[in-house]
């Protein structure tokens, strides 16, 4: 079992077809299906199953996804282990989506200039999600609001190093028509839209909306924060988002913003990584 086959059925597992995968490889298909098939035969078990035009893993398959992300990650990590004297190779990094936008424009571009050499890959998602993408190699550090979503009580056990690098004030939006809010009891509406489980931001919306109302708001859940502020400005719901994303918009909506308290942002990342490439990303972080 080489590291260029892992990379390879890693890519198809990812694609869900040969055609896509050998297309982002640079490779021929041929060479695709030929390399997928050797490390099967070496392995003595099937790891694609045709379904209509694609592919799906196998139980086997899906066991040796997991394998694939530890190795190959940790085979980057050995590289840029070996030549130490200066960031190169590949830093996959996990954002949630209003830090991509808010404070990681200048970090990576001074990043990318003062070190060509790195490749640098950058993935959104909520917190817990990019926690657990950490945690099973798929990503090599992430920024996330602390703590995740059903981390709470495990906060000392997980074997993640964390590093406070932002600290964000979180709003509250409220349609313009909504009466003024002194207090939480004040508060008139029982929805709140947000993104999916697993965003610490929600969460945060969720226990101050439950204590204004006495009850569990319902959620309304989308994907952006401009379809978020468009749903709060059409009087249906309430909102959350950080305040940096607000001082983003060139013309924010006339909304109501209630302040939610701060909440910090840290880059985790496994104990033991700490390639050049990771100590780069923190000193650029660390210059905003």
Do not use: K
């Amino acid at each position: 079992m080489d590291l260029v086959a892992l990379q390879i059925f890693r890519t198809v597992a990812a694609e869900g077809s040969v055609t896509r995968a050998a297309e982002r490889l640079g490779r021929a298909q041929s060479n695709v299906t030929t390399r997928v098939q050797q490390l099967e035969q070496s392995l003595g078990c099937q790891l694609f199953a045709r379904e209509g035009r694609g592919l799906q893993l196998t139980p086997g398959g899906e066991v040796l996804v997991g394998y694939a992300d530890r190795l190959l990650a940790l085979a980057e990590e050995a590289r840029q282990a070996v030549c130490a004297d200066q960031p190169r190779g590949r830093l996959r990094i996990g954002a949630m989506e209003s830090t991509a936008a808010a404070r990681l424009p200048a970090p990576l571009a001074r990043l990318h200039a003062q070190w060509p050499a790195l490749e640098l890959e950058l993935r959104t998602g909520s917190s817990r999600p990019l926690v657990d993408d950490v945690l099973a190699h798929r990503l090599d550090c992430a920024l996330v609001a602390w703590p995740p979503p059903g981390l709470e009580g495990e906060q000392d056990a997980l074997p993640l190093a964390r590093t406070p690098v932002f600290t964000e004030r979180l709003l509250l939006a409220l349609p313009a028509s909504h009466p003024p809010v002194e207090q939480p009891e004040d508060l008139q509406l029982d929805t709140l839209a947000a993104f999916a489980w697993g965003c610490t931001y929600r969460r945060v919306a969720e226990d101050w909306m439950q204590q204004a109302l006495g009850r569990a708001p319902q959620v309304l859940e989308l994907a952006s924060y401009a379809t978020i502020l468009a749903c709060v400005a059409a009087g249906r719901c309430a909102g959350v988002l950080p305040e940096a994303m607000r001082e983003l918009l060139r013309a924010p909506p006339g909304l109501q913003w209630l302040d939610l308290g701060e909440c910090p942002t840290l880059l985790v990342h496994r104990p033991g990584f700490d390639t050049p490439a990771l100590a780069a990303l923190l000193a650029a972080l660390r210059c905003d």
